[in-house]
Antibody, heavy 124, light 110 residues
Framework: QVQLEESGGGVVQPGRSLRLSCVAS????????MSWVRQAPGKGLEWVAL????????YYGDSVKGRFSISRDNSKSTLYLQMNSLRAEDTGVYYC?????????????????WGQGTTVTVSS | QSALTQPASVSGSPGQSITISCTGT?????????VSWYQQHPGKAPKLMIY???KRPSGVSDRFSGSKSGNTASLTISGLQAEDEAEYYC??????????FGTGTKVTVI
């Protein structure tokens, strides 16, 4: 079955960097768009970033643009999120999400399957 | 990208029907029939319940249904059950390059 396993979370000081990983199995990773979605403690969901199946396009939420970078290695079925210049408001659970490709009304991805998440705490 | 607006909480008795609204703008909810709904139990990952406004993934109960009118989408849960008690989030594509989530609605079965 589809499995997404995130790792790399932890406690980090403000201004420092952290890299999250997500290993995928049970589906064809190389044809799926992949997203990161986060959830601050006691708060709602916030989309963070999306990368197309072939790495041709990357998109970011306004709050992380210029600080975070999404990437993938299709040979390893692994998704990454490089987080730089971390702030206290970046604290939360980060979920890796499989995007099912959909062609109508335009090419896009349905956020379909979620991993269990990894926790990032930004604190001095 | 402003969050879509949902009521903070909705409650109902077992067997009743409840409806959760999700209000956006003409740039997201109103532009495309690409609204999804996710269920999240405490401490768990979200689960896809509805996509493209009205479609249910395999395995999701037909007690869950979706609709949309203008800039507002809705999720209806019929025959409310104790296991439906959870947080529910709507989500809309904002073009092919972004997503926006709703503020979340806590459903309580009283």
């Amino acid at each position: 079955q589809v499995q997404l396993e995130e790792s790399g979370g932890g406690v980090v000081q403000p201004g420092r960097s952290l890299r999250l990983s997500c290993v995928a199995s049970g589906f064809t990773f190389s044809t799926s768009g992949m997203s990161w979605v986060r959830q601050a403690p006691g708060k709602g969901l916030e989309w963070v970033a999306l990368i197309w199946y072939d790495r041709s396009n990357e998109y970011y939420g306004d709050s992380v643009k210029g600080r975070f970078s999404i990437s993938r290695d299709n040979s390893k079925s692994t998704l990454y999120l490089q987080m730089n210049s971390l702030r206290a408001e970046d604290t939360g659970v980060y979920y890796c999400v499989r995007g099912k490709p959909v062609w109508e009304p335009f090419y896009h991805y349905l956020m379909e399957v979620w991993g269990q998440g990894t926790t990032v705490t930004v604190s001095s | 990208q402003s969050a879509l607006t949902q009521p903070a909480s909705v409650s109902g008795s077992p067997g009743q029907s409840i409806t959760i609204s999700c209000t956006g703008t003409s740039s997201d909810v109103g532009s495309y029939d690409l609204v999804s709904w996710y269920q999240q139990h405490p401490g768990k990952a979200p689960k896809l319940m509805i996509y493209e406004v009205t479609k249910r993934p395999s395995g999701v109960s037909d007690r869950f249904s979706g609709s949309k009118s203008g800039n507002t989408a809705s999720l209806t849960i019929s025959g409310l059950q104790a296991e439906d008690e959870a947080e529910y989030y709507c989500c809309s594509n904002a073009g092919s390059s972004a997503y926006v989530f709703g503020t979340g609605t806590k459903v309580t079965v009283i």
